[in-house]
């Protein structure tokens, strides 16, 4: 689990706080979604989960910061790493080999893992993220989608109990980020990976992730359960978010006192809304 | 230029040769062609190249390579050409320039020689994937891990800075700079300011490479720490012989 | 404007990327270009404005064959935005990267400097500001702000909107926007459903190399055919609308939907208190 305490955090050379004064929990098997402008400070609350800040960002470093019960002040991000695995938006500059069997090799290699482990650990990886069959593909003839697979497949065999994603889909099409939240929800709901996800697509966030937390200006304004959040829309829009089409709807409906239930997640508890409404409206 | 210096997939005899073999075979066929000043055998070597290509399945990116570079060489070629004034004249032109024999053959010389000792690198890189060139380095040449890396790392990176760069050309071009002009040298003073983006998005990309890396256990790697064990076969021993057999026929000078 | 006559495209080596497309965009239109990754949009873009041009089949430009014309002559009347602003901006300051742009079209600097500054009063931009150290979205918008000084009357988008946040993206699509209300044509490539369902009016859809969907917004994103062929999601209301039934088929927007619903409820209230 990953404990924040009253950080803030000042780059090197800034002007003023990128984090100012967060605290948040994350608990084992969480599946949580970070979201809010850009500049808000949600990349650097990543560095602050997974040691670049304030290890590799050098800067002015307040309040604690525990990953599994280590402090990151105290622990090298190789050594955090252990327990928290990273994945970012850039593609191609985080990839570092040239084949997909040798990018999952360097961090097994590096790691130490028994050699005689590695092979099964490969495996799992290439199977849990649905990419057996690209094994000894190149990274360069892998469309986005499929080196993005690939990047998380080399994070999962290191078998880290969180992993921090600074928005994973941002160059991916709607069809390859969807791709990518069913594999994080099938490590999270069937290996117990606790996620922690920093997304701008809010629809995605609300059908997949349990909590959401809203960053503005630094400063952590909201978080919650994913319908909790949304209940507090006009706080989001002053963040510069939006909230799905359907929630919106939902809202609408309320304010015209047709509807008092939660507000739907996805289309499929938007239709069970509507319905809704228009049976009660016939009793 | 598309895939130039970059890995194929691919399961030929020489995809499977062992990664030492082929940085032999590799030096051994740009060796040559220094050591040697005769043409024919210059042209021999560039044609063993194309065969190797064709072996591993690359020929026709290893043609398009070679008609690429062909282009520049007949530049440099004709550079060459007027700065040799010594020797048996063949041809005057206007204004005094005379073109020698002894012109002629050496500034083909040094085109072949260009030509033929690019293909090797080409060659290697072409069968051999990066993690594996830096696992020999380091396990068995004994190169310190952070040097093997920063060499792999920059051959990895050729590629996609040349489609950085293509792209930023699109760019611009779609907002009006005439790089569709034919005159070169307006081309080379147009392309001077897109340094700066392609400086930019080179330097955020090694910075996040940097990243990634260190994440993934970069400092804790040992000379030991390498998974992939390569091993030393008959085909290995024959090619290395071959090349010692080419080096050897080179610097004797049986073919002056 | 820009019209499409048959044409197909293959890359020197690949199998053909565009094969037989035919459309013709008119003055003023606002069009989305739709596909899932793989199907050709970003070629079939590029094929607009002579980036690239077609292997066989015509495309002309007001009236200006791409086949024979340069790419910079197209230039001086056509925008192209990319994806990335990092591959445009190329100078240190935001007024000296307008400048650069209007270069070979305003031959006189006095006029390029009034421009420049107009631009930068409509854009509410900083022109001595550092474009490198802002964050994407001001990137884009300086990008977008380049082009525009331009004054081009055809804007061609390749995914203008993928990877800001949602504040920048409406700010970067209501200039836009108002831009086509003025007249200025606009040929857009987005992922973002939503983004088309607000802003544009029609639709083209490319599913390998081919264009399988040409009409109205409203009608090709409520098109389940085409949508399957494509691999598509539509935009949430319009499929909420779909999987309600064929009584809720016009319903396009929030409002449409909070409305109908109202309507509804309010029509079943009566005709069940009139029963009892």
């Known amino acids: 689990m990953i404990r924040i305490t009253g950080l803030s955090f000042q780059y090197g050379g800034g002007e003023k706080n990128a984090l100012s004064d967060i605290d948040l929990e994350i608990n084992n098997g969480d599946f949580l979604g970070i979201i809010g402008s850009s500049g808000a400070g949600k990349s650097t609350l990543t560095y602050a989960m997974n040691g670049l800040a304030p290890h590799h960002f050098r800067g002015d470093f307040r309040g604690e910061v525990t990953v599994n019960g280590l402090d990151t002040r105290q622990n090298q991000p190789e050594e955090l790493a252990r327990h928290v695995g990273s994945v970012f938006q850039d593609i191609d500059s985080q990839m570092l080999a040239s084949v997909v069997e040798d990018e999952i090799l360097f961090g097994l290699e590096n790691f130490g893992i028994p050699h005689d482990e590695i092979e099964r650990r490969m495996n799992d990886a290439l199977e849990s993220t649905g990419i057996s069959e690209l094994r000894s593909r190149t990274v360069a003839s892998l469309s986005g989608g499929q080196k993005q697979k690939a990047a998380i497949a080399a994070i999962v065999a290191l078998r880290p109990s969180i992993m921090v994603l600074d928005e994973p889909t941002g160059e991916l099409d709607p069809q390859s980020s969807r791709m990518v939240f069913e594999i994080l929800k099938k490590l999270n709901e069937e290996h117990g990976v606790t996620i922690v996800l920093v997304e701008q697509k809010i629809m995605l966030l609300c059908e997949f992730a349990r909590r959401l937390a809203v960053m503005d200006g630094g400063k952590l304004i909201l978080c919650g359960p994913v319908k909790d959040v949304l209940d507090s829309a006009d706080r989001l829009e002053d963040a510069g978010v939006n909230i799905p089409r359907v929630a919106t709807l939902a809202r609408r409906l309320r304010e015209r006192e047709l509807y008092h239930g939660d507000i739907p997640l996805d289309i499929g508890r938007a239709k069970i809304m509507v319905e809704g409404i228009l049976s009660d409206a016939a009793l | ?256 | 404007m820009l019209r499409f006559d048959r044409v197909s495209f293959s890359y020197r080596t690949e199998t053909a990327t565009i094969s037989d497309v035919s459309f013709e965009i008119g003055e003023g239109e606002f069009v989305a270009l739709l596909g899932e990754n793989g199907a050709g949009k970003s070629t079939l873009l590029r094929l607009c404005n002579g980036l690239l041009r077609p292997t066989s089949g015509r495309v002309s430009v007001r009236g200006y064959d791409t086949a024979t014309t340069k790419t910079s002559a197209i230039a001086r009347f056509t925008g192209f935005l990319f994806q990335n602003p990092d591959r445009q901006i190329c100078q240190n300051t935001v007024y000296g990267e307008i400048m650069f742009g209007l270069e070979y079209i305003l031959p006189d600097e006095s006029e390029r400097r009034r421009r420049t500054d107009e631009t930068l009063a409509l854009f509410s931009l900083d022109g001595l500001g550092d474009p490198f150290g802002l964050s994407r979205g001001e990137r884009q918008q300086i990008a977008l702000a380049a082009i525009l000084a331009r004054k081009p009357v055809l804007l061609l988008l390749d995914e203008p909107t993928t990877g800001l946040d949602y504040r920048e993206c409406m700010t970067v699509m209501e200039i836009v926007s108002n831009l086509n209300a003025e007249g200025t044509t606009v040929f857009m490539i987005s992922h973002d459903m939503e983004v088309v369902a607000d802003f544009a009016r029609r639709v083209l859809v490319l599913s390998g190399g081919r264009l399988i969907g040409d009409g109205p917004v409203r009608r090709i994103m409520k098109d389940p055919g085409v949508l399957r062929e494509a691999s598509l999601l539509p935009a949430q209301i319009p499929a909420l609308a779909m999987t309600l039934g064929d009584s809720f088929a016009n319903i396009f927007t929030i409002d449409e939907m909070a409305d109908t619903v109202g309507q509804r409820a309010l029509a079943r209230q009566t005709s069940v208190g009139k029963t009892s």
């Not at chain 2, 062609?33 to 210059?42: E, Q, T, W, Y």
Request: net charge positive; glycine share 6%; aromatic share 10%.
């Open chain 2, 1 to 256: 230029m598309n895939g130039f210096l970059s890995y194929v997939n691919g399961s030929s005899p020489l995809h499977k040769l062992h990664p030492l073999t082929k940085m032999v075979m590799s030096f051994a066929l740009c060796a040559s062609c220094f050591l040697s000043g005769n043409h024919v055998l210059i042209l021999c070597v560039i044609g063993l190249n194309l065969c190797l290509f064709a072996s591993a399945g690359g020929i026709a990116r290893a043609v398009s390579t070679l008609l690429s570079f062909v282009k520049f060489s007949a530049v440099l070629f004709v550079l060459q050409l007027f700065f040799i004034k010594d020797g048996t004249p063949i041809f005057t032109l206007p204004l005094g320039i005379t073109l020698t024999y002894e012109g002629v053959m050496f500034s083909l010389l040094f085109v072949l020689r260009f030509l033929a000792s690019t293909m090797p690198l080409a060659l290697m890189l072409s069968v051999t994937p990066v993690g594996d060139i830096s696992n020999v380095l380091v396990r068995n040449l004994r190169v310190p891990y952070r040097y093997a890396f920063v060499i792999t790392t920059a051959a990895r990176f050729i590629p996609l800075f040349s489609e950085e760069m293509s792209g930023i050309m699109e760019a611009q071009t779609a907002r009006g700079v005439e790089f569709d002009t034919r005159n070169f040298i307006k081309k080379i003073r147009l392309l001077i300011p897109l340094c700066v983006p392609l400086l930019i998005s080179s330097v955020r990309r090694i910075e996040n490479s940097a990243i990634s890396a260190e994440l993934r256990g970069f400092n804790l790697r040992t000379r030991l720490s390498g998974y992939k064990r390569y091993s030393f076969g008959a085909n290995d021993a024959t090619i290395l012989i071959a090349c010692a057999a080419l080096v050897a026929v080179s610097a004797s000078g049986i073919w002056p």
